[in-house]
C-alpha cells in the first residue's frame, strides 16, 4: 500500500500532529489561566484531554519527524495499530470534553448571562481550541485505522 498524506511517516502525518498539538497546548493553557475552572467537572475534563493530547501528539509528531528524517517508513502492522488505537482514544475524550465544555459555556453565558463574574472569553477559546486539536486528530485516527483495515 502506499503511504497517503496523512498517515505515520508523511508530511501530512507531521502536519496534522503538529496542528494536535498546537491546538491542544493552546486549550491547555488558555483553560489554566482561568482561575475558576476547576469549579466546574467539565472544564478540568478538558484540561485532562488537551494534557493527553499534548503529549500523544508530541510523542508522534517527534516520531514521524525521525521517520522523515531517516526515511523511514511507519507501515508496521504492530506500529500502526498502536497509532489506531491512541488516536482513537485520544481523540474520543477530545471530543465527549469539548462538547461538554461547550455545553457549559452555552449554559453560563446565553442562559444564566453570568459572562460578568465568570471568564467566558477564555472558556469559549479554550472550547474551540480543543474541537480545533479533535479536528486534527479524527484524520490521523481514520488513515490508522484505513490502513490497518486494508492489510
Not at 498546537?22 to 488537551?50: G, H, Q
Not at 508496521?76 to 455545553?103: E, H, Q, Y
Request: aromatic content about 10%.
Amino acid at each position: 500500500m502506499r503511504d497517503l498524506q496523512g498517515m505515520p511517516g508523511t508530511v501530512g502525518g507531521l502536519f496534522l500532529r503538529v496542528s494536535q498539538l498546537l491546538s491542544a497546548a493552546v486549550a491547555l493553557s488558555v483553560m489554566a489561566t482561568a482561575s475558576d475552572f476547576p469549579s466546574v467537572t467539565a472544564f478540568c475534563y478538558l484540561v485532562a484531554a488537551a494534557g493527553l493530547q499534548s503529549v500523544w501528539s508530541f510523542v508522534l509528531a517527534i516520531v514521524d519527524a525521525y521517520a522523515l528524517l531517516v526515511g523511514r517508513r511507519l507501515q508496521n502492522s504492530r506500529v500502526v495499530s498502536l497509532f489506531a488505537v491512541g488516536d482513537g482514544i485520544t481523540s474520543t475524550l477530545t471530543f465527549a470534553s469539548a462538547c461538554a465544555s461547550a455545553g457549559i459555556t452555552v449554559l453560563i453565558s446565553n442562559d444564566l448571562g453570568a459572562c460578568g463574574e465568570n471568564h467566558c472569553v477564555e472558556f469559549e477559546t479554550a472550547t474551540a481550541m480543543a474541537f480545533l486539536s479533535w479536528f486534527g486528530a479524527l484524520p490521523s485516527f481514520l488513515l490508522n485505522f484505513w490502513s490497518l483495515a486494508s492489510k
